[in-house]
């Protein structure tokens, strides 16, 4: 045989040589992955959903509400944060009036704002007392700027409260809020 034939031998040989290493130990890693469980109906184990590494909605986000209505004794609007966003943040404003001319913005015109996760709002709307992630008692012309929890693997629902003070008669409000990720 001459040298380049043993060559060529040698390097198939070493070729093959590694196939059948990446089979036997492949084989092997898969075989370390699987349950108890999995071994008697032969599926591997199923992944933990906290492993899940899913893309972050990051740099996004939208108007949640931009609207006028009325508020006789309180009014909600529903949002969702998206699964995966580490930083949610909570923009917005509103105005309340007395008249819905919007001419009559005074004290008369203050209501009370919430902003509730989804335990408080089911308290809340069933007339339990209930702590919130921010309130504000009374008040005709307000910013808010809140940061809430990241939401990890779950989305999370949270509620926009306006409310109608005591003793007072029915509330314009303009609202316009949004949030970011």
Same mark, same amino acid.
């Given at each position: ?19 059948? #290493?990446?089979?036997?130990? *492949?084989?092997?890693?898969?075989? $370390? =992955? !699987? @349950? ?17 590494? #899913?893309?972050?909605?990051? *740099?996004?986000?939208?108007?949640? $509400? =931009? !609207? @006028? ?22 923009? *917005? ?5 007395? =008249? ?82």
């Amino acid at each position: 045989m001459d040298s380049s034939m043993r060559m060529w031998l040698k390097w198939l040989l070493s070729g093959g040589l590694l196939i059948a #290493a990446f089979l036997h130990y *492949g084989n092997r890693l898969t075989q $370390l =992955h !699987r @349950t108890p469980q999995a071994e008697e109906s032969g599926d591997l184990a199923k992944p933990d959903p906290g492993d899940h590494i #899913a893309p972050s909605p990051m *740099g996004t986000g939208g108007v949640i $509400l =931009h !609207r @006028t209505f009325s508020v006789s004794s309180a009014a909600s609007y529903g949002f969702v944060i998206p699964a995966h966003a580490a930083i949610p943040q909570l923009h *917005g404003t509103f105005r309340s009036f007395v =008249h819905p001319s919007g001419r009559s913005q005074d004290q008369s015109a203050d209501i009370g704002f919430l902003l509730l996760n989804q335990e408080q709002y089911d308290s809340f709307s069933h007339g339990h007392p209930s702590d919130a992630l921010a309130s504000i008692d009374a008040s005709h012309n307000q910013d808010v700027n809140f940061g809430l929890p990241a939401s990890l693997n779950q989305p999370l629902k949270y509620y926009l409260v306006f409310r109608n003070l005591p003793h007072g008669g029915p509330k314009v409000v303009q609202a316009d809020f949004s949030v970011s990720f």
